[in-house]
């Protein structure tokens, strides 16, 4: 399943008009504009040159996505997944303009954002992460928005940030995507937050809170 270049997501970072098309990520727990291919996230690091090559190479030396072996030269790589590969850690970023990009990691650990909050029947409190897993929580008060640091694939919970005043955010998208800075203010459903020498406001559901001793 292929893609053409010109109508990719802009987070895509890639040259429009060098190829006609670009693999696309099959449907999973990013959207579309937050994810690659794991095809070319390992070109885009040098890992891989031609698909049909990388293919049989996956199949031999399966790359791992987030702790777990993955042959699929489709399946997507998300932001913030940890990719390892050929010895190296690596990760999926977005940087300024809301550009996916990936970069060698020095961290282990997995941001992930709180996207809902439901109690079972048994009075349990299960929540659903932004790269679609779920999980069991029992350490205390949380809110959607709040965002967890863990370790995969085992989902051990090292860490916990709330969307606070205070908090450091990443902006997912907009004229802002890929800017980080400090929440000031939240007013209902409105982030203020400052970033180097300007300041600005966006919904909460446009930002992610980036967890405390989280190390891209």
Known sequence: MHLKRMAAPKSWNLLRKEKKYVVKPLPGKHSLKNCLSVAHAL???GLASETRSLKKSLNANPVIIDGLPVKEYKQQAGLF???QMA???YRVVMTKGGMLTIKESKGALKPCRVERKITTKGGKTQIGLSDGRTIIWKEGELKTGDSLLLEVPSQKIKGHSKIEKGSKILVLSGKSAGVTG???EINDKIVKYSSENMKSSTS???IFVIPEGFEE
Do not use: F, V, W
């Open 204 to 206: 909460k559901d446009n």
């Open 87 to 89: 010895g190296k850690n």
């Open 81 to 83: 997944d940890t990719i």
């Open 43 to 45: 070109k885009a690091i």
């Open 182 to 184: 400090i929440i000031t």
